[in-house]
Structures are given as structure tokens and as C-alpha cells.
């Protein structure tokens, strides 16, 4: 039979960490002046840097909106003057006729239509209208 020998824990030491530089190539930042950066974005070199390269697609979002928003609105001004323009000829058809309505009504009463006949020589009947009524087999 095997006897379960218990070892005894040793102790080890820590090895030594090595020393090391940590060595980051920390970019120089260019000398920046209002100049540099207006000759930047005039030549397009500023479209190269990764920041900007991430962000074109929701410049390009934002810009297809704002586009959006413009367009609605000059569709909505234009059918805004169309509306008002519409209803101001709404509003003059409707005087015109209110007005010929009037004309019309004052033309054809029985006296008027009676003096207007009284030129060509025709005159107004004085005798009622009879009704002639015709039997059918």
C-alpha cells in the first residue's frame, strides 16, 4: 500500500521584474495656426485623418437632411402662396357671382322683361292663360 505523503509547501521567490521602457511614439502636434488649418481644408487634406473618416457617414446623414428640411420647406411655402392665391380668386368668383346673380334677378322680373318688350313693339297680355284640355282614346 501507498502512504499519501503530505509534502511541505516551499517557498519560491518572485522572480525579478525586468525594467523596461515603455516607448510610445507620441505625435508631435504640428504647428497649428488658423493659416495651416484654412490651407488644410482648402487642399482636402483634412479628409485623410482617421477622426474624419469615421465621421463622413453621419456628415453625410446630417447633410441629406438638412437637405430634406430645405426641400420641405420651399414645397411648403410655394403650396402655402398657392393656397392663399386660390382662395383670393375663391373670394372674387364669389363676388362675381353674387353680383351677376343680382344682374340677372333684376333683368328677369315681369316689368323689366315687360319694358324691354314695349321697344320691339310687343305688349304684355291682359287676358288670363286658358287651359285646353284633350281627351285620348
Known amino acids: 500500500m501507498s502512504k499519501n505523503v503530505i509534502k511541505e509547501p516551499t517557498i519560491e521567490k518572485a522572480k525579478p521584474k525586468k525594467k523596461f521602457k515603455l516607448k510610445l511614439k507620441i505625435p508631435t502636434p504640428k504647428n497649428t495656426t488658423i493659416g ?3 490651407n488644410d481644408v482648402l487642399e482636402g487634406t483634412f479628409l ?11 456628415g ?9 428640411y430645405i426641400a420641405n420647406n420651399y ?8 393656397m392663399y392665391s386660390l382662395k383670393r380668386e375663391l373670394k ?3 363676388f362675381e357671382h353674387i353680383t351677376t346673380k343680382s344682374d340677372f334677378m333684376y ?6 322683361v315687360a319694358r324691354k318688350l ?9 287676358v288670363p292663360p286658358q287651359k285646353f284640355f284633350y281627351k285620348s282614346n
Open 75 to 82: 414645397w411648403s411655402i410655394k403650396s402655402y402662396r398657392e
Open 48 to 58: 485623410t485623418s482617421k477622426g474624419v473618416q469615421k465621421l463622413l457617414p453621419l
Open 107 to 112: 333683368i328677369s322680373k315681369q316689368s323689366e
Open 60 to 68: 453625410l446623414l446630417i447633410t441629406l437632411l438638412m437637405l430634406a
Open 92 to 94: 372674387e368668383l364669389r
Open 36 to 38: 495651416n488649418a484654412f
Open 118 to 126: 314695349d321697344s320691339l313693339g310687343i305688349k304684355e297680355s291682359t
